[in-house]
């Protein structure tokens, strides 16, 4: 019983020990939380670690984002306002299946602004 | 039954005859060095030359054509392959990109090609020497990724 007892504090311990650390910032939290948002409902279905389709993940996975290079990030963010603009992503058969993914009009102004801006900020920081 | 391969050869020697008819405007533009690639970043030889042979036949507006290009339909068919290859990208409107499509624009090069997806199979059949090593692959990758960074810098 009283080992147990130890047992159950020592774990308390730890477990109170790895709140401080905490993962290395989550990808999308280098994203606006508005713009995480949009990401995760219209794009991670295909385009994030764990998704089937290896074409989109080779494309662009976002759980890789922090990884990729600032060139990479340039090149991904224009091409995220490109088809996100043109309305090819999210594809239409990915929306048959899920129609409530679709992105709206205000939702794609948005992308697009922050992927502009964002490039733009990578660009000069750099 | 003779009689009618006869007619039906006949046919088809008369289609391609008239189909010498209907040749394909040459895609061969004066360089503007403006707007091309290689006027506006000067790139060593090496990679000028593998820009060239490997990628400008189907992504400029200057295609070196080959002598079966006079012959209809290749001719139909290599214009179709020039079309669509300028429309995805034309190194020869380079110029004329943001900031960002020019970083774009060469950071997908590196990456088709890397991934060996570009230069086309079909290409490649009849451009023995647009087939490259992966020494060809790492260098131009390595001159992409130099431009894309001095573009960030501007």
């Known amino acids: 019983m009283k080992k147990q007892i130890v047992l159950l504090v020592a774990l308390g311990i730890l477990f109170l020990a790895f709140q401080s650390f ?22 991670y279905d295909c385009h994030y670690t764990g998704a089937t389709a290896e074409k989109a993940l080779k494309a662009a996975n976002f759980e890789e984002w922090e990884g990729y290079r600032l060139t990479k990030k340039v090149a991904l963010l224009g091409e995220i306002g490109k088809v996100v603009e043109e309305g090819k992503m999210p594809p239409e058969k990915y929306l048959e299946h899920k129609p409530e993914n679709k992105l709206s009009e205000k939702q794609v102004k948005l992308l697009l602004e922050w992927t502009e801006q964002e490039a733009e900020k990578l660009m000069q920081g750099n | ?49 593998m820009l060239r042979t490997a ?63 570009m230069p086309i199979q079909s290409y490649l059949l009849l451009h023995q020497e647009a087939r490259l090593t992966p020494e060809n692959r790492d260098a131009l990758c390595n001159w992409t990724e130099e431009e894309a960074l001095k573009i960030m810098r501007e």
Not at chain 2, 22 to 32: C, I
Not at chain 2, 94 to 116: F, H, M, N, P, Q
Request: proline share 7%.
């Open chain 1, 22 to 43: 905490s993962p290395d910032t989550p990808p999308e939290k280098e994203f606006p939380e508005e713009i995480s948002i949009l990401l995760k409902t219209s794009c």
């Open chain 2, 1 to 49: 039954m003779s009689r009618i391969i006869k007619i039906v050869g006949i046919g088809l020697i008369v289609l391609l005859l008239v189909a010498q008819f209907f040749r394909p405007d040459l895609n061969s533009e004066a360089v503007d060095p403006e707007l091309d690639l290689l006027a506006l970043t000067s790139p060593p030889e090496h990679i000028a030359s």
């Open chain 2, 55 to 117: 990628c400008y036949d189907c992504h400029s507006n200057q295609t070196v054509y080959p002598w079966y290009r006079k012959v209809s339909p290749v001719s139909w068919y290599l214009n179709s392959h020039i079309q669509n290859g300028k429309a995805e990208l034309n190194f020869s409107e380079y110029g004329s990109l943001d900031k960002a499509d020019r970083i774009g624009l060469l950071v997908e090069t590196c990456e088709v090609v890397e991934a060996g997806t």
